[in-house]
């Protein structure tokens, strides 16, 4: 990677110089090298970016007013420019954030593209106003009208997917939006800004703001924001859904997980056919990714088998630099963010947990943030890295006794995002599946569908990204009587 430095904010359409003196400094996750800085926003800048995003939304001939098939071809050109620069936006998330380059082509190249396409195609056919008789006599016309500007706040796990989760459907549904990416993640956000600025998307309709906990504070909180998208922490969460409480602001929270990966007797143990999809399932962007089955459900009769099955998986892993092709795990995001996962490994021994394997930091790596793939078996639900989030490549595996005993366990949580049922009898996988109290779950695999609702219950968030039904946390309802 070359370092680069920035000099602009993208708002308003343009490139322009930030009223802010202070610049965000983004360092490799492999290598603790700067690969390059960003204008850090203060509030002088969101202000004008929200009033930016205002004046567009409020334009009368402008994105709100287009017609929808307009709108979808302006995402589908957005969708072209992001899919010319999917090996620079790739290797830009990777390099900051430790995401293995393989798995960013995919999941912070491809899908964002693909969430896009979703939406600029399903637009192309939403119906946005519709008229039915009236049940005392006369018509209602309702008409589904765009929420107005929306503060779109995205973490450094998947930088680009979870701001896709946001700005996508609220475009296809007419609205405007300001953007704040993560500190972490500031770099992909300005080749994101050049697809923008190379596409269809008028100006001002996408501006960026790039900052930390407090501009994101004062973006929810602003005037000129009438709906608020989040993924991060169960903590920033609740404080931006008590902000938007106050305000009566609609929000939607996508945040933490503890998933439960339930592996039936029945289920096949086989690495050769079913490592990889156990890995995307378990370890995926070295274990910080919110919808993990960090939680693995072991049957009394195959217990020690299980263990041996994620001793063997987690330490053939390569470990190593996340820009190289062959890497599977690469460092934690950020120092700090090894700090939590060596203070949650810690916390699992002085539980009395039994370490299977890693544990440490890996041989070899004298730079980067990294930690070994981790698994703790003896775990009861009751300890701490059995109830919390560490967001790293850590898996602790709890025994049980029949089916009953391993959902009233995968149950046993504050958190309900994802989690996963591994068995050889696809009926039973789905009966198990409809017991678990979250708000996704895979069989056998985990991977989340564009096309169908994403997000969590209780501790895990309010509301669901993705989807048709997407369109609708960024829509008013309006019912004309005639
Ligand atoms: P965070 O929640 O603090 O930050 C996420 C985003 O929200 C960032 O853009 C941040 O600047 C912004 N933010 C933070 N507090 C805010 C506030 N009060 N108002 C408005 N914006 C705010 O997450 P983090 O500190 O980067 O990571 C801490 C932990 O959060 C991780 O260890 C992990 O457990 C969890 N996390 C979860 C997800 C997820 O996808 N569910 C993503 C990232 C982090």
Known sequence: MTVTDH?????GGDWISPKSRSRIQVVSASTEEPIGSV??????????????????????QGWSAWNPAQRGAALSSLADQLESRSEEMARTVAAQNGMPVAIARQLEAGFPVAVIRYYANLVRSATFEESHPHLLGGTTTVRREPIGVVGAIAPWNFPQTLSAFKHAPALAAGCTVVLKPSPETVLDSVVFAEAVAASDIPAGVINIVPGGRDIGAYLVSHPGIDKVAFTGSTAAGRSIAETCGRL????????????AAI?????????????EQLFGATLLNNGQTCFLGTRILAPRNRYHEVVGVFEALASSLEVGD?????????PMASERQRARVEGYIAKGLG????????????????????????VFADIDNKHAIAQEEIFGPVLSIIQYDNDDDAVQIANDSDYGLGGTVWTSDPDRGLEVARRVRTGTIGINRYLPDPSSPFGGIKDSGIGRELGP???GNFQNFKSIYS
């Open 469 to 471: 039904d997407a369109l």
């Open 7 to 11: 000099p602009h904010l993208f708002i």
């Open 39 to 60: 204008p850090e926003a203060n509030e002088a800048d969101v202000d004008a970016a929200v009033a930016a995003a205002r004046a567009a939304f409020d334009d009368p």
């Open 263 to 275: 592996i039936l007797d029945d289920a096949d143990l086989d690495l050769g056919s079913i490592g």
């Open 248 to 259: 009566l602001r609609p929000v939607t929270l996508e945040l933490g997980g503890k998933s």
């Open 322 to 330: 996340a820009l190289n092709d062959s890497t599977q795990i690469g």
């Open 351 to 374: 539980d009395g947990g039994r370490l299977v394997t890693g544990g440490g930091r890996p041989s070899g790596q004298n730079k980067g943030w990294f930690v070994e793939p981790t």
